[in-house]
């Protein structure tokens, strides 16, 4: 996707699935744009739980959002449980906004929580 200049912008849960073969598969692309190179934008859009900082924030971003997103959405599968709980929006957004992240459980394989912790980051 991001090597066709795709940026999903919506990545959660509802839109991963599978296909036929068992390959995951990605729907819904009714929030995802074609980014030029060099190019970036500043709309607030997607799903508050899986939405990166800078998005919350309304700052320029690019395809790194998505690896944010992915993170979270990778952090879910594997805890089983909703990022970040039952929160409103206001302190959801304030926890996301000031690097507050779910917990990394420490029985996880150290190979997932550095993915994880990876897609976190400013700068994936």
């Not at 970040?84 to 997932?112: A, D, M, V, Y």
Request: one cysteine or more; charged letters at 20%; aromatic letters at 12%.
């Amino acid at each position: 996707m991001h090597s066709h200049s795709i940026v999903f912008r919506d990545l959660k849960p509802s839109n991963v699935g599978f296909d036929l073969n068992g390959e995951v598969k990605i729907f819904d692309f009714g929030l995802a744009k074609i980014f030029q190179p060099g190019t970036s934008v500043k709309e607030y859009c997607g799903s508050p739980r899986y939405m990166a900082p800078e998005v919350f924030q309304q700052q320029q971003y690019e395809h790194p959002v998505d690896i944010y997103s992915f993170g979270i959405l990778l952090w879910e599968i594997c805890s089983m449980k909703k990022p970040f709980g039952n929160t409103s929006l206001k302190s959801l957004r304030r926890k996301i906004i000031e690097g507050i992240r779910p917990k990394l459980l420490s029985n996880w394989n150290i190979s997932l929580r550095n993915l994880i912790k990876t897609c976190w980051d400013v700068n994936p």
